[in-house]
């Protein structure tokens, strides 16, 4: 299978683990992220995740619901500061990169909290980071989808790939392609 189809594979399993979420009353959010999947990947969604999107438009076509967030949810609680939420995802990123950065640099290092989280937060000391709340970011990165660093680096060096050899820009780009970010 090539690299799109890979992605696409990949991106039709992650909306099948959505589709708990997504069926009945549950989980309006998680209908968007799927039909979120779906386009970005360039897939037709499965027949149960375009039929519940459906109905829940027509909740708010058809005016069972005043709005968007009563037929999918509301993306934030209340009283959320979305200027906070804004510079915690870039720390996220942040963290991420920097993880990914020393990865590459770095080929034989552990991803573990005793090597590369420790080095993070040193590097980024400024935020006040100790290793485990690195630890904590760079999961919640992958939770969102990031690259898992780890696992490309596993990926890489089983195709024979260099890690250095791409260069840091040229490998990230292609863990990007690659990835269902």
């Not at 594979?9 to 959505?18: G, I, M, P, T």
């Not at 360039?42 to 005016?63: K, N, Y």
């Not at 490309?152 to 840091?168: C, D, E, I, N, T």
Request: glycine letters at 8%; charged letters at 25%; proline letters at 3%.
């Amino acid at each position: 299978m090539n690299d799109a189809g890979d992605q696409q594979a990949r991106a039709l399993r992650q909306v099948e683990a959505l589709r708990l979420r997504c069926e009945g009353a549950a989980d309006g959010l998680a209908v968007m992220q799927g039909v979120k999947l779906c386009l970005l990947h360039r897939v037709a969604p499965p027949d149960w995740l375009a039929q519940e999107f459906v109905r829940r438009h027509h909740l708010v076509a058809d005016a069972h619901v005043a709005s968007w967030d009563d037929a999918f949810g509301r993306p934030w609680p209340k009283r959320t500061r979305l200027a906070s939420v804004r510079r915690h995802l870039a720390l996220v990123r942040q963290v991420h990169s920097e993880v990914w950065r020393l990865a590459v640099e770095h080929p034989g290092r552990g991803i573990r909290r005793e090597h590369l989280f420790t080095d993070v937060s040193l590097t980024l000391n400024r935020e006040g980071l100790s290793p485990g709340g690195v630890e904590r970011l760079y999961y919640q990165a992958l939770a969102q989808g990031f690259v898992n660093v780890a696992q490309w680096r596993r990926s890489m060096l089983a195709l024979g790939g260099s890690v250095r050899k791409q260069g840091l820009k040229a490998a990230y780009r292609q863990a990007i392609d690659t990835s269902t970010v």
